[in-house]
Every structure is written in C-alpha cells, then in structure tokens.
C-alpha cells in the first residue's frame, strides 16, 4: 500500500466504525453474552486450532453448550496453552485475542504462566454485568445479534438478540460416519427444537426413534419441518458436506439403502443425504416467505474441527439444488477462498440465492479482502451481507468485527484510489452490506430499545 492509500484506509476505518450494522450469525447465550473468564477468550476454538498446530497437546474445544466448562476444566486447559502462545504470536487470531485484551481490559503485557490467572480473574468480574455486554456492541455500532434459538434461554437479551435454529445437519457429514443423515432425522423426530450436534463425530446419546423404512423418513421430516418454531427464527442453518454426491435419489434406491444401514459407506450415505435434503427442501419451501435455508460450505470435519475442502462437483449440484426450489431463499457461509468466484457466479444468475460473510476457514485477513473485492466486483449490494462473527462471547464479536472492519476499509480505499469508487460512493456501499441487506434478506431489525 501507498502512503496516501493508508491514510485513506485510516480515514475509512473511523468512518466506517461510525455506520450502524448486524452480526447476522453467532452462537451467543442468552444470559451470558459475555465471557465467562479468560477460557471464553483465549480458548475460542479458532485459536484452540492455532495452539493445537503449535504443539499444545488438546485440540478439543471445551465443553460446549448447554453445558459450561467447569473452572477446573477452564484453568487446566489455559495452563496447557500458556506455553504455546509465543508460536501463535504471528496468526490472525493471535491479533484478534490482542485487540480484544487491549481495547476492552486495557491488558497489554504477553499472556504468560504467572499472570494469566489474574487476567481469568479481571475477565470473571465483567462476565455477568449486563451493561458490560452491551458496551461492547454499542462500541461496534451493532444493533442486533443473530444466535441459535436453542440458546435463547429465558429471552432476557431480546432487545439485542433475534435467532436462527440449527437442529438437524443431514447434509453435514461426521468423522467415521455414514448414516448420519438417518441419526440428524433420529434425534429430532418426536422431539421440540434443541441444540445440533457437535462436529466431529463419535458423539452419539441414544435417539427416542429409529429410523427403518421409507415411512419413518417421511414422518421425520414432516415432523422436522412442522416443528420449526417460524415465528421466533429468521434462518434455519445448515451445513453442506462437499464429499457428499447430491443427487435425485427415488423412493426404491432409498428404501434399498435403508435395508443396508448396518453396513453403510459412503453411497448410502449420499442416498441417505440426498433424499432427505430433498424432501426438507420441498416442505420448507411452502414457507419460503418466513425463513431463510442458510448453510455452510467448505468445511470439511476432522477428528476436533475441520480443513478447508470443496470440489466444483459440488458448486455445481448446489446450484441446481437452489434453482430446483425457486420459492425458498438460500444463503451460504463460505469456508473456500477459490471457490468465491463460482458462488458470486450462481448468485448473478440465481435470484434466490445470496453470500454472507467470511466462515471458518476464510476468516484471515487477506483472504476477507478477496472475497471482499470480488463479491463488490460481481455483485449488487443487495445480495451480499457483509458481517458475521461466529462468536461464542462478545468479546470475540468485537475482534472480529476490527479485523474485518480493517480488511473492508483496504478495500475500499483500493477502489477510491483507482477511480473505481467515491468516498461517499464507498462509505455507502458499506453502509448497505452491513446494514441495510441484512434487513431486506434476512429480516434483521434495528434495535428500538436499550
């Protein structure tokens, strides 16, 4: 970057700290939108895999939600990181823990053995203190939050909160599995809206029904879809497994592959998958006006988290997928730099399909401002939404929305210095993809109340 051209990035930056906006996905907790101690921070998983690449021995996120990990389990995992810190210094994510200690604890020294209990302790104070939370997001300009409804609790943070379900992932493959369509289907038949399961497989309480023929599947997903609580949510996410072959798949194809669920691989788990996507799909539509089907994509599980995978195979069937159902509204969470291009390109030509942030493996700075870039280049600023953070605490709302804030203020300035944008042409541009489309695709509302 030129000199003048980081000046302008400068000036964007606190302009663009100025604009309202929405954090259209996270996993935040009513009750406890902040974090609950130094683990909340330190440990959110994203950092948890920079640690594990560095040599801590644990890459397992802690115990997740609805259960809270104990201050036995929280200090015992950050004394076995501390050590690992110094490897991580150069990531992104290591920039983002920096943000947050400094701008929100005023914690400028190095996290090290012999003071991180008294920063666990410094965070503990806050975690509780309501007022705290909203500080935070009334420092980002946001209005409201969008979490799982499975995590609303008693509704207390309404006013700042609004909700997405994610219930079943049939589409979503698991380490070691290949009936996990089938299992998704099993554990909510019969049951209300709860929290989905963990990624990463092996983690599999006992279902209330089993599904063993073409019926069972039928009666699941009508009760699946019947189920959605559509007055209180916005989306329905999901995710979309690349390895997955999707298909039209007819009654006797699945019927057969049922008949041999104890021995499943990976065909009967792509008839499995494609079947039941299918028939959700067509139920959900018939409620095309109340909910948004958005998914995530390029994210492949391993045995803790994920790696970044996605074939054009699989850009292709889900662009048949989404014209397949034209009364239903697709939004996608891209996890795979390369593939931006195509998906800006189904999006040009599929009016009910639209991108939205950066996910999981394309939240890194350089590459938020190629998908930046190449979704202003090739798309309105009606079908992109700008800001999500994926955060488990506000804390990490806050460094994520600096680093993108960052990225997208690149960008811009980029795009002035060319000739290509004004500045009031840019700061509005900006203003619509954090502001004004989350409303008009997603039913975001600004927050009235404090």
């Avoid at 000199?3 to 309202?20: C, G, H, I, K, Q």
């Amino acid at each position: 970057m030129t000199t003048d051209n980081r000046v302008l990035a400068r000036e964007l930056e606190d302009a663009l700290a100025e604009l309202p906006m929405f954090d259209v996905h996270t996993h935040l907790v009513g009750g406890h939108l902040g974090a609950r101690g130094l683990h909340d921070i330190l440990l959110y998983h994203m950092v948890i895999s920079d640690l594990y690449a560095a040599g801590c021995p644990n890459g397992a996120r802690l115990t997740q939600f609805p259960g809270w990990p104990t201050r036995e389990e929280a200090h015992r995992r950050i004394a076995e990181a501390v050590a690992y810190l110094p490897f991580i210094r150069n990531t992104s994510c290591s920039w983002g823990l920096r943000l947050i200690l400094e701008d929100l604890y005023d914690w400028r020294e190095p996290v090290t053995a012999d003071n991180w209990r008294r920063l666990d302790e410094m965070i503990r104070e806050r975690a509780d203190d309501r007022g705290w939370w909203y500080s935070i997001l009334d420092r980002l300009n946001i209005q409201r939050t969008c979490t799982e409804i499975s995590r609303r609790e008693g509704g207390e943070n309404d006013a700042r909160l609004q909700y997405s379900i994610e219930w079943c992932f049939f589409t979503r493959c698991q380490w070691g599995e290949f009936d996990t369509p089938l299992y998704e289907l099993e554990r909510a038949w019969g049951r209300k809206p709860e929290a989905a399961t963990p990624i990463g497989g092996g983690q599999r309480p006992p279902t209330d029904r089993t599904i063993r023929v073409l019926d069972d599947v039928h009666a699941a997903v009508a009760h699946y879809v019947q189920s959605l609580p559509y007055e209180q949510i916005l989306t329905t996410a999901a995710g979309i497994s690349t390895d997955i072959d999707f298909r039209l798949v007819g009654d006797a194809e699945m019927a057969a592959a049922l008949s041999r669920r104890g021995q499943a691989g990976p065909a009967e788990r792509d008839a499995y998958a494609s079947y039941v996507n299918e028939a959700f799909l067509t139920a959900l539509e018939k409620h095309g006006q109340e909910i948004v089907f958005q998914f995530s994509l390029g994210a492949e599980p391993l045995p803790f988290e994920s790696g970044g995978r996605l074939s054009q195979r699989t850009i292709g069937q889900l662009a048949e997928m989404i014209a397949r159902h034209p009364g239903l509204r697709f939004q996608c969470f891209l996890a795979s730099r390369h593939a931006n291009q195509s998906l800006c390109t189904l999006a040009r030509e599929l009016p009910n399909f639209s991108l939205a942030g950066y996910w999981w493996h394309n939240f890194f700075p350089d590459t938020i401002r190629q998908v930046i870039a190449e979704r202003l280049d090739m798309l309105p600023v009606n079908k992109q939404v700008g800001f999500f953070s994926d955060a488990y605490c506000v804390e990490w709302t806050y460094g994520k929305a600096l680093l993108v804030r960052k990225q997208l203020a690149r960008v811009l300035a980029d795009k002035v210095q060319s000739g290509q944008y004004t500045r009031e042409d840019a700061l509005g541009i900006a203003r619509a993809i954090l502001f004004e489309t989350p409303q008009t695709l997603l039913g975001m509302v600004p927050r009235t109340g404090p």
